[in-house]
């Protein structure tokens, strides 16, 4: 059999936990463009409280996801994606019974709390072998962007045809069919695998909190995740007040989403084998710039609101793409995981900051100063991301290592000596090696063959 196919529990784990988490996903998304119109009617309903509740998921998500990963590698990934599922479905049916605003931001901040990607990713990595990871991981994230394209035009859907009760109490659902998923679909790992590459290592965080060119990405990732939830508390109402019902906002989602990942690829590509990354990266931050111009100035014109939303969610995708590749490429050897974890901190806390400064805005001043200050954020995003060097083109990879390759002192100079490698890490006790590698230069076959020619 072929190495490089995978098995039946591989195929198992993959579909399984990448439809795991696409439910969670799916269940976050569907909220965010119909908080802020259906959210005013609740008792107590401000944009201010709109905002906070927009904002207290990621709030929340940013306060567990790293102790949560941590907490699987003991208790083990399955028990901890349960539980978090139904911490997840408690507070969607919170949510669904309340009138109240208040009763709507305890059960955002409860379904925030089931934090559980860290064990997710974990758990892929205890049943995929090595030369199949990064495929079961693209998955997960390709899976992650159909989600959110799914969720922008079914959220609004259903909300309109049902309420906006029915839609928490439809998210519960999915979380529970996500705990059925995990309980009878996803195969249970015979051990914990030690992965650097997809767990936080203890007592790693100051040597990652410390590389700068990490640190100016986390600061992206978290601005672009401001950018999209103060948006998402003045886009719906700007919409609204141009003359566009709420119940026909699916439309300008969907007709968005179909041409933001049909531009999506040709930028992907040309970023990655061309080498030009960071000038993509700059140029998707400069759109963002003009996308929240543009829905300054548009006022209450529908079609400049269309053009804008447009222009955002092209370079919206793109970032979502190329960041966590960048973060990749970044990463030292044998810190990605925790590299990751960071990152998604990052993310999590833009969405608490973007939800609550939106809604506070919003209350202030309307549309036109949540965008005045989306463009303010997108022009020190550009400033900072000037400073930025080409990131080093090498792919993260983690070899096994013999007893004998165990042994060997000089395996590390001799990794080091391949062509194309960047830095190689020698995990003894996990009977490990972590390689920075140009793999268009030397790939993980020869790696291998290297360390098993002892």
């Known amino acids: 059999m072929n190495d490089n196919v ?10 399984g936990l990448g439809t795991v988490f696409s439910l969670r996903m799916l269940g976050m998304f569907m909220v965010l463009p119909v908080l802020t119109t259906y959210g005013m009617a ?4 401000s944009e201010a409280l709109i905002g906070i509740a927009i904002g207290i998921y990621g709030l929340a998500q940013a306060v567990f996801q790293i102790p949560f990963g941590l907490v699987s590698d003991r208790i083990g990934r399955k028990p901890l994606i349960v539980g978090g599922l139904l911490i997840f479905a408690l507070g969607s049916v919170i949510a669904a019974v309340s009138d109240s605003i208040w009763g709507i931001i305890l059960g955002r901040a409860l379904q925030g709390s089931g934090a559980i990607a860290a ?22 994230g390709v899976s992650f962007g159909i989600t959110f394209a799914i969720a922008m035009v079914v959220g609004p859907i259903v909300t309109h045809a049902f309420g906006l009760h029915a839609l928490f109490w439809m ?3 999915l979380a529970l069919a996500g705990i059925a998923i995990t309980l009878t679909v996803v195969p249970s790992a015979d051990a914990h695998v030690l992965n650097r590459e997809s767990s936080i290592v203890r007592g790693s965080f100051s040597k990652v909190l410390s590389n700068s060119r990490l640190l100016k990405l986390n600061f992206g990732i978290m601005c672009l995740h401001i950018l999209l939830m103060s948006s998402f508390v003045a886009l719906p109402l700007a919409m609204q007040h141009a003359g566009l019902a ?20 040709p930028f992907i590509i040309y970023a990655e084998k061309y080498r030009r990354m960071k000038q993509v990266f700059m140029g998707c931050v400069a759109v963002l710039f003009w996308a929240e111009v543009l829905l300054w100035f548009a006022g209450q014109h529908l079609w400049g609101i269309i053009a804008g939303v447009q222009l955002f969610f092209m370079a919206f995708n793109v970032m979502e793409a190329i960041l966590p590749s960048l973060i990749s490429k970044e990463s030292p050897a044998g810190y990605k995981g925790t590299a990751m974890g960071i990152y998604s901190t990052s993310q999590f806390i833009g969405v608490a900051i973007g939800g609550s400064l939106g809604g506070w805005l919003y209350g202030l001043q309307g549309a036109g100063l949540v965008f005045i200050a989306g463009a303010v ?32 002192s000089a395996l590390t100079s001799r990794l080091m000596a391949q062509p ?3 830095e190689a890490v020698v995990v003894p006790e996990e009977r490990s090696a972590y390689v920075k590698v140009d793999t268009k230069q030397t ?11 002892l």
Do not use: C
């Open 443 to 453: 790939n993980r076959g020869q790696l291998e063959a290297l360390v098993n020619a």
């Open 246 to 265: 709420a119940s026909e906002h699916w439309k300008v989602y969907l007709v968005t989403m179909l041409v933001s990942f049909a531009a999506v690829l």
């Open 119 to 140: 064990a997710v990713m974990a758990l892929l990595s205890d049943l995929t072998r090595e030369q199949n990871r990064t495929k079961a991981m693209a998955f997960i």
């Open 171 to 173: 998210i519960a659902v």
């Open 6 to 15: 995978m098995t039946p529990q591989e195929r198992r784990a993959t579909w």
């Open 42 to 45: 609740l008792n107590g309903a």
């Open 420 to 422: 194309g490698v960047a």
């Open 377 to 408: 954020i997108a022009a020190l995003w550009f400033a900072v991301s000037s400073t930025m060097k080409e990131p080093p083109y090498v792919s993260s990879l983690r070899i096994t290592l013999s007893e004998l390759a165990v042994k060997d």
